[in-house]
């Protein structure tokens, strides 16, 4: 993965801290993530298209959370309009470094769509809304 230090825009405010991140490709559209706490939980909230040119950000978000992170964390990805094999990688990775920690909250229809087409939905925790996430 390339090194996405430099891609981070980054704007906190309390309690939310938003990370807009600028494509590689010239082609590409920005996705963004927004981070906010819930009942212990930290909620990623993933705007955009995940390919293997944007998904970076997301991985390194995870992988930080993995290493640094107390308590659960909720994916938000009913925002998410297209994802990839790139993303169904990253979200295995995370799903192994965080265990019952990770949950993936309110798939969008592509997603719910690639999920089951890869069998993930039975491998992944997937939940309806954010709030059964932060809840179980």
Do not use: C, W
């Not at 963004?32 to 990623?44: M, P, V």
């Not at 993303?87 to 309110?106: C, I, K, P, S, Y």
């Amino acid at each position: 993965m390339p090194d996405t230090r430099d891609l981070f825009t980054h704007e906190a405010s309390a309690p939310t801290a938003r990370f807009i991140v600028l494509p590689q490709s010239s082609g590409g559209r920005p996705i963004r993530i927004d981070t906010r706490q819930d009942q212990g939980a930290l909620i990623l909230v993933v705007t955009g298209q995940l390919d293997l040119d944007s998904v970076a950000p997301l991985d390194e978000a995870l992988q930080r959370v993995a290493r640094d992170g107390d308590g659960p964390v909720v994916v938000d990805l009913s925002a998410v309009t297209f994802a990839d094999s790139a993303t169904v990688n990253v979200l295995l990775q995370a799903h192994d470094a965080l265990g019952t920690e990770l949950r993936l909250a309110a798939p969008s229809a592509a997603l719910e769509r690639l999920f089951a087409l890869t069998g993930l939905d039975t491998v992944l925790p997937l939940y309806e809304t954010v709030g059964k996430a932060v809840e179980a």
